[in-house]
């Protein structure tokens, strides 16, 4: 019998990076070790100068790392990218590196790159660029989705969960754009005759929630503290009717069109000061592939295809997302083709 493939999962800092390169490594049939990360001031030089190293590591994580090495590596944002290479190295250039994302580093050096449309990454044979990240809800168990039904059960149907998550430029978020916010949450409240799920990100400013919900005029139940252990977030995918999210993040985004329910919009102000050019094409392409420079995200450039594509509707546009079609997807025979060789 064929021993099977060994693949670990890099994690670092951002829980919807870990959380999309963990449901990859689901899609695989191979043996998967998750490697909890943790980094040094060091993190912060570029990855062009660290070059295929763990000198951006802990102690203790570096202590982590060692023969036998793995068959593949999935990492994801540019923390990784470094450790990643490493490994390669360590193993004589056996284990296939996979990277979600920016690696910010020589695309060359990677097996697969992995990339959405925000990224706007050049066209290389080892670059697939999908229309969303790997973003599914979480399974909840029954006693969690029961504790959570009976704490909603006096909110009128349907049930709105909205999701908020932070501005960051070019990105604005400010007081004119919070009251918008809440008028069109009314709106929506008013169209529907439902109730709202106020909730909070990780990366949430702690008010924020409480600013949305005094302009509230319909019932409402709020979290504004992100709280890892009674966190409402993965019980209302399961169970709100539909849902909103602010337009900071496409993770996000993605993993409310993924419940197949109705998903609106609010997009958030850009920044007139914001820089855009693009790596698809002539030196600039050069530059994104050697490593030396990146464009910018353009997270507002995403949402709005998605919003012409019908995945998701403008809030306040008075329309109804359809389910998601997706293009053929092939990033899983792309990683079983790597894992074969």
């Known amino acids: 019998m064929l021993k099977k493939k060994s693949i670990w999962v890099l994690q670092g800092v951002r829980a919807g990076d870990n959380a999309q390169a963990r449901e990859l490594a689901s899609l695989l ?4 070790l998750v490697m909890d990360l943790k980094f040094n001031a060091l993190h912060h030089f570029p990855n062009i100068a660290v070059g295929a ?26 923390r990784a990218a470094p450790v990643a290479r490493w490994i390669k190295k360590q193993s004589g250039r056996v284990t296939k590196i996979v990277h979600l994302g920016r690696p910010r580093a020589r695309l060359s050096a990677f097996d697969l790159v992995i990339a959405t ?11 697939v660029e999908r229309q969303l990240p790997f973003a599914t809800p979480q399974k909840v168990d ?31 978020f400010g007081p004119s754009d ?52 009674n966190n409402p977030y993965q019980a209302a995918l399961d169970l709100s009717d539909r849902f909103v999210a602010t337009s ?23 920044s007139g000061l914001r820089v855009r050019w693009s790596a698809k094409q002539g030196f600039a392409a050069w530059l994104s592939s050697s490593g030396l420079l990146q464009p910018p995200r353009d997270v507002p ?22 389910p998601f079609k997706r293009n053929g997807d092939v990033v899983v025979s792309r990683l079983n083709g790597l894992l074969e060789n």
């Open 142 to 172: 029954s006693a969690e989705l029961e504790k959570w039904q009976k704490i909603w059960a006096d909110l009128p149907r349907p049930l709105i969960a909205v999701a908020m998550g932070n501005a960051k430029f070019p990105l604005r």
């Open 301 to 322: 450039g995403m949402v709005r295809k998605l919003i012409e594509e019908g995945a998701v509707c403008r809030l306040g546009s008075g329309k109804v997302s359809k």
């Open 117 to 127: 449309p925000q990224y706007g990454l050049p066209h290389e044979p080892n670059v």
């Open 29 to 32: 049939d191979a043996d998967t």
């Open 248 to 270: 900071d993040s496409i993770s996000m985004i993605s993993e409310l069109i993924n419940t197949g329910k109705p998903v609106d919009v609010f997009e958030l102000p850009v």
């Open 53 to 78: 190293s763990v000198v951006t590591l802990t102690t203790n994580s570096r202590q982590k790392l060692h023969a036998p090495w793995p068959d593949m590596v999935i990492a994801t944002g540019k």
């Open 178 to 229: 919070v009251r918008e916010f809440a008028i069109r949450l009314n709106d929506l409240a008013n169209q529907t005759k439902g109730s709202l799920l106020l909730m909070a990100s990780p990366r949430t400013d702690p008010s924020l929630v409480d600013r949305v919900a005094v302009a509230l005029n319909f019932p409402y139940k709020k979290y504004g503290v992100f709280d890892k252990d």
